[in-house]
């Protein structure tokens, strides 16, 4: 069973990366255009991160990524947010083979309002899922926020250019709070990279 978040207007937080070329290049040249595409199908102003090359989660799983965050008003459900998101994945060739496995492109839905969904409970039991079940499970349902997010660099770092006092609506810290609680050795890791 599906959960639609319905709200009018909701603050939507989505992480980009990807560590594989695609059609268009390397990974900077398909966030790059996949954020394009993004604001085409939402009709949004995004306030967007800068880029970031971050090492591959887990460590060993591929090459560097390539991430970014990207912050907009969306107006529809989360559901179908979450689908516009899937079709500019594939646009771009992404594959879901196989969990954590190297990409072409990931849209990560983070946040959308305040909503946590399904409810508190499928929220917690992802959140609290031990590293190795993570790694062999996908959620069949939208998980907002996003379960991990707070224990991401690659995804906080980002967040910290555009949305440094964006409160998580379950732990109630900020992205700041949430970043600098980070060990030192994640946060160091982040390298910030030009343009494209």
């Not at 603050?11 to 990366?17: D, E, I, K, N, S």
């Not at 459900?77 to 771009?92: G, T, V």
């Not at 190795?132 to 980002?158: C, K, N, S, T, Y």
Request: proline fraction near 9%; hydrophobic fraction near 40%; include cysteine.
């Amino acid at each position: 069973m599906q959960i639609s978040v319905q709200h009018s207007e909701k603050r939507v937080l989505v992480a980009l990366g990807g560590n594989l070329p695609s059609s268009v290049g390397p990974p900077r040249a398909t966030l790059g255009c996949a954020l394009a595409n993004l604001r085409s199908l939402t009709n949004t102003v995004m306030r967007k991160s800068k880029y970031f090359v971050t090492p591959c989660f887990p460590a060993g799983y591929g090459p560097d990524y390539v991430n970014a965050a990207v912050e907009f008003n969306f107006s529809g459900e989360s559901h179908a947010l979450l689908q516009i998101l899937h079709d500019i994945e594939a646009l771009f060739g992404r594959a879901r083979e196989s969990r954590w496995s190297g990409r072409v492109l990931d849209l990560d839905l983070l946040a959308f309002g305040d909503a946590v969904a399904p409810d508190m409970d499928g929220y917690s039991k992802w959140r609290d899922k031990p590293l190795a079940q993570q790694m062999e499970q996908a959620p069949q349902e939208l998980i907002l926020p996003h379960p991990r997010m707070q224990d991401r660099a690659f995804v906080l770092g980002p967040l910290m250019d555009i949305a440094p006092d964006w409160r998580h609506p379950v732990s109630g810290r900020t992205v700041r709070e949430m970043f600098v609680s980070l060990p030192a050795g994640d946060r160091e890791a982040l390298q910030p990279i030009s343009q494209p």
